[in-house]
Each structure stands twice: as C-alpha cells, then as structure tokens.
C-alpha cells in the first residue's frame, strides 16, 4: 500500500513561491503521483500528475527525483486564492484506486 | 456540462434511518467513486465502481451498499444510519479507474442524530 507523508500546515505570503514535498517511499514502478487542491465545502480538483522528473502547466510545476520516492508540488506566486488543502496521492495499486492522506493546509496571508 | 452533480446537498437523519446519494456524471467516464470525509480529515473510500456493472469495496465500506444503475449513475445507501455516518460525501468519477485524474461533485453534507 503506498502511503503518502506531508507537512500538516504551511503559511505563505501574497507573491511568495511554495513548495510542499511529499514522500512515499513504497510507490510501485507503474505508479503515477497526482496532486489534488480542495477548498473549504468544495470536492478535491485535480492540479497535476507525474511519472519522473519535471511536469509543468499552468497552475504548477511538480518536480520527481530519479528514485521517485518523494515529489515536491511548487506553486509559483502565490495569491490569497491560493489558500487551500492540498492532497499528495499515490495510485493503490492493491485497490486500484486512489487513496488520499490528510494534506497539507495551505495559508497565504497578504 | 454539469460534470458530477450530487443529491441532496444536505441531509439530516435519525439514527437507524436509511436514505440513498445519489450521483451523477454527464463525461462519459467509465469509472465512479464514492468517498467520506470527516472534518479535518482528507477523504477515504468507500467503495468504486470501475465500469459499469462492477463495484468494489474500498477502504471504509462497513455500513454502505452501492448501486452501479448505468453508465452516468451510482448511487449509495445506508440502510441504518448511524451517528459515525455523519461526513460529507462526494462522488467522483474518471476515465478509468487507473487513471489518476478524478473529477468531484460538490459533496452531501450527512448529519446522523
């Protein structure tokens, strides 16, 4: 079962770059890692998935090392809508479907 | 499009009642999803349905039975609810049950007394 571990919390400022890392350790070699952002009495919204080294679109960068153990979501210029949860996600490959952690709570202050 | 629309937007029951959420998706995915999430905490499942005519248990299932209706439809039911029900619950849906990028309904608010 390939768990997910991440900062509970983060705080921010209008304008700053964020980074949250995420590991996990036990992914399987056909594992895709995904990141999800939720905002209060909203469902999850999907933001962005990668195999290996670097994704890129227009909400965010998502960077992979070559052991894929760990993954780093990187928001750059952060706005106060930008305050959220955000889900790192690894595929269960037992259940074929996927499981989500508690997330990191994303402030962002002016 | 709707995307994934779900029914009631909120619900109180009494303890030992039943009810059914319902949900529904206009994308033509395959695959649908049902989870809780209880406050401060992120979601877990309960059960899915990777194409229609199949369901699967998911993490939580104790308590819930699902129904894959048909392709756009899959609904849950809790035959004796019961306070440890109250959450909120969304449904999801995708492409394929492994493929990463799932799409949320707007959730049920489940208040059990």
């Known amino acids: 079962l390939a768990k997910t571990t991440q900062p509970i919390s983060m705080d921010s400022y209008e304008g700053q770059e964020v980074n949250i890392t995420c590991s996990h350790n036990n992914i399987a070699t056909n594992d895709y890692i995904t990141w999800y952002q939720q905002f209060p009495s909203q469902g999850p919204r999907f933001i962005i998935q990668g195999y290996k080294t670097k994704v890129t679109n227009e909400v965010a960068s998502l960077f992979i090392p070559a052991d894929r153990k760990s993954s780093t979501l990187s928001l750059p210029r952060v706005s106060l809508s930008d305050t959220a949860v955000y889900y790192c996600?690894?595929?269960?490959?037992?259940?074929?479907?996927?499981?989500f952690g508690s997330g990191t709570r994303l402030q962002v202050q002016p | 499009n709707a995307g994934v629309t779900q029914n009631p937007k909120f619900q109180v029951l009494k303890t030992g009642q039943s009810m059914t959420l319902q949900c529904a998706q206009d994308m033509n995915h395959n695959s649908m999803y049902w989870y809780r999430q209880d406050p401060g905490m992120g979601l877990r499942l309960i059960y899915y349905s990777a194409s229609e005519g199949t369901t699967d248990k998911g993490e939580v299932p104790n308590g819930y039975n699902v129904s894959r209706l048909n392709k756009r439809e899959f609904s849950l039911r809790l035959e004796s609810a019961a306070p440890s029900q109250t959450s909120v619950y969304f449904c999801?849906?995708?492409?394929?049950?492994?493929?990463?990028?799932?799409?949320f309904g707007p959730g049920t608010r489940l208040t059990v007394l």
């Open positions: 999801a849906s995708s492409w394929e049950s492994s493929y990463n990028e799932q799409f």
């Open positions: 996600l690894v595929r269960d490959t037992g259940r074929r479907a996927l499981t």
